[in-house]
């Protein structure tokens, strides 16, 4: 479960980075600006994606290993 959740949170760090670069540079990176429903509203996505990110990390540190 713990691996789960590091990747998990890896994955979101991962994409909420790539969303906020992609909003500074403007390469086409990461998965946030390819959904419609999100228009206008990618950067804040991007950042929920990196918190959610570093919330999954924290939670599979503490579930630690049993």
Do not use: P
């Not at 890896?10 to 390819?34: C, D, K, M, P, S």
């Amino acid at each position: 479960m713990k691996r789960l959740l590091e990747l998990l949170g890896f994955i979101a760090l991962v994409q909420g980075v790539l969303g906020l670069l992609h909003e500074v540079t403007h390469w086409h990176l990461g998965l946030v600006q390819r959904f419609g429903f999100l228009d206008g509203h990618e950067i804040y996505a991007s950042a929920v994606l990196v918190v959610l990110g570093f919330a999954l990390f924290a939670v599979a540190e503490s579930r630690g290993v049993r």
